[in-house]
């Protein structure tokens, strides 16, 4: 089975990616040496689909698993869902023996990651990710956290998980939009990793609803070795992760939190942050258009809506963590798979950027 290891000495872990792992959860999860009882927490569309099975599996080994359910949605990665579920948990009887298992996508992942990492001064916690987003990029690597009002994951910690288990065959139940969206964390990583895998996303079908274990694998590897580098993102690797982020985060926290998919809110940064690699770098134009053309392959805007105010996009923007000290950290591509973060790029720049998606 493809088996990516990250290796961050004594919080590493494996993430297994195969068809049908969902029923394997409580055997696999039984090498961890965790206690018996858990939490899983899921979201209102992803439970009535898995939580059964993922909860039988559980049972299966011994486990005592409870489930809670948050409504699906980004509007769910808040601070009044972690107090919820943190009382929920309390009242099931949870305690400093509990570990969390992640049931959905990324907003789950971020949110029960979260509620892991603080719970009783944090518990272990395990990530089943069910959505491209979450097979490609946010289950692996200890982002937690939850969005403020006035940005996006502005209250986090890292918390890694203690393993990953990915089963492309959930992939099949999300609705079209949903399962589009998600490409864009992979375009990110064949953009400042892997020029090999422009080509290889380009021939993948955009209506599949799946996607081969190898390619899930390939991405979280990517990610992986990021990572291992750069866990807390001090010493600027992990920044690279962040392709596209800036302006898109500023861009997803400008209309009501959901409105805009994560992906599709990448995809528009994607395209800016090439305009700025293109001026402040002499990225090639034409290695843009591949780029491009990949977003526009899987239906993602390419196009900001002219409701969507600048101004409010950049106040957004600026509260974002790569703003520190009075400093811009912007991550641009030096040459189609690989990127740096680079001082030059001023906050006219990132305007003008951000008019030229218009
Ligand atoms: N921690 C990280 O490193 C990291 C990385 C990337 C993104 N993120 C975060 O992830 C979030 C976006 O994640 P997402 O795009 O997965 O969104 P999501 O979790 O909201 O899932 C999208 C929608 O699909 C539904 N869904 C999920 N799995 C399903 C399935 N198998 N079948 C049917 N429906 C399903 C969900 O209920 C939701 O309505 C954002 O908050 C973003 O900031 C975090
Ligand atoms: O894991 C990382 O590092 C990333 O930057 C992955 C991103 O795809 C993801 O959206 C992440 O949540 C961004 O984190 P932030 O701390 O920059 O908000
Ligand atoms: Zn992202």
Known sequence: MPTVHVDLADRSYDILVEDGLLDQTGELISQL???KKCAIISDSNVAPLYADRVEKSLRAAGYEPSVHVVPAGEASKSMTQVSGLCSELIQQGHDRASFVVALGGGVVGDLAGFVAAIFYRGIPFVQIPTTIVSQVDSSAGGKTGVNAAEGKNLIGAFHQP???IVDPLTLQTLAGREYREGFAE???HAAIRDAKMVVDLSQ??????YVEPD???RNLA???RVVEEDERETAGTRALLNFGHTIGHGIEASVPYGEMLHGE???LGTI???RLSEKINGFPAADSQKIIDLLEQFQLPLKLADSIDSETIVAKLQRDKKFSGGEINFVLLTKLGAAEVSKKVTIEDIREAIEALR
């Open 33 to 35: 040496g965790l206690k």
């Open 162 to 164: 203690k393993m990953v």
């Open 186 to 188: 992979a375009i990110k």
């Open 204 to 209: 993948l079908d955009p209506a599949a609803k």
């Open 215 to 217: 390619l899930l694998a």
């Open 222 to 224: 990517i990610k992986a």
């Open 265 to 267: 809110a990448i995809s």
């Open 272 to 274: 800016a942050a090439l």
